[in-house]
């Protein structure tokens, strides 16, 4: 069942510079980025974005350094003004805020983690999780408990009275999201969250993301140059070029289907097989032959059926979600999967599975 939009982009633009609506005309009348920089002395941050971001799903917005990414989650809660377009939040148009519903947007309805982790450094760990009911104006004993529950939820139990500076890196963010989570509000904006941490801590940190947000439910934005984190977390990928969508939808399905040189380019190195699920290519039936090989889940990846079967290409499975049968996997499909596309090989000279 499709979940309810709870965020709604349309048309929004944004230009920097001393005149952005003049700026803006010269846009739409076919002005590039580079030339608008070039002619005109303004830059193009965003142009004609249109996204739906669904309640208790992640959007996942990625595009390398400069791709408008990170000014784009900052008109969510209105840190960056637009020149141009519309934000609804269940609704509500957000940019007819006054100052009142704005502060109230920012301190109960979205919360956001920073890259940096912006954690006070003379405060503790515990006043630092509390901060969002802090600054509500609740004492420390009256928040102590929800601070700790969070605190605890995400791995640092015992660590409360500790100044950040004593922990590592990832044990800094994990408190920069229960500050989030202590907020209780439905939208987390997480701007490059993971980006600063090492590898193995990124992917820590990645699982107990997935694992609270199947739990909690919450709506996240989530912002990444990195497109493994992309595809592992994103219910709905949006991929920015130059402040422009050049394709969003569901991650699976841009990976087997590219619509742009561009997105061939950034897709042409990824592990298929790694990423890729049984649900994007099974054939769906419940019409089954008696002689399969076994049971797959529709989430299982295809890194983990090759090891089962063997590397047989002989070998038909039943795929299962929650219990039922939902489909069948034949491995001549899996195989086919994993074949880059057409214009990635042409650009490498020669196929080589993933």
């Known amino acids: 069942m499709t979940r309810p939009v709870k965020l709604t982009i349309r048309n929004l633009c944004k230009i920097f510079g001393p005149d952005p609506q003049k700026a803006l005309t ?79 947007l920012r301190r109960e309805r979205m919360s956001m983690v920073f890259q940096k982790f912006a954690l006070l450094p003379h405060r503790t760990v515990l006043e630092n999780a509390g901060m969002a009911l802090a600054v509500r104006g609740y004492s420390v004993r009256e928040f102590e408990a929800e601070a700790n529950k969070w605190l605890n939820r995400v791995g640092l139990e015992g660590n409360a009275q500790q100044y950040p500076h004593q922990l590592s890196g990832g044990m800094q963010q994990r408190v920069g999201i229960a500050r989030a989570l202590a907020s209780n509000s439905p939208i987390m904006l997480m701007d490059e969250a993971f980006s600063a941490l090492d590898p193995l801590i990124r992917s820590d940190m990645q ?116 219990g039922k049968i939902v489909g069948v996997l034949d491995m001549k499909d899996l195989v086919r999967a994993l074949v880059p596309t057409e214009a990635a090989t042409s650009r490498n000279g020669s196929v080589d599975a993933a």
């Open 207 to 322: 699982d107990l993301l997935l694992e609270l947000q199947d739990e909690l439910q919450k709506t996240i934005v989530f912002i990444t140059h990195d497109l493994d984190e992309a595809l592992k977390l994103a219910d709905h990928l949006v991929i920015l070029k130059d402040g422009h969508i050049v394709q969003q939808g569901e991650p699976q399905k841009i990976l087997l289907e590219p619509n742009d040189p561009y997105i061939i380019d950034f897709i042409s190195d990824i592990n298929r097989a790694r990423v890729l699920r049984v649900r994007s290519i099974m054939t769906r039936t419940t019409d089954v032959p008696a002689d399969c090989a076994g049971d797959i889940a529709d989430t299982d990846n295809l890194e983990s059926v090759i090891a089962r079967s063997g590397g047989d290409t002989d070998h038909v499975y039943r795929v299962l979600r929650k």
């Open 26 to 104: 010269a846009v739409r009348e076919g002005v590039g980025k580079a030339e608008l920089l070039e002619q005109h002395n303004h830059v193009l941050g965003l142009q004609d974005i249109n996204v739906d971001m669904r309640e208790g799903e992640i959007t996942v917005i990625m595009g390398l350094s400069g791709s408008g990414k990170s000014t784009l989650i900052r008109h969510l809660n209105r840190l960056i003004e637009p020149t141009a377009g519309e934000i609804e939040l269940d609704g509500e148009n957000v940019l007819a805020y006054g100052e009142a519903a704005l502060r109230t």
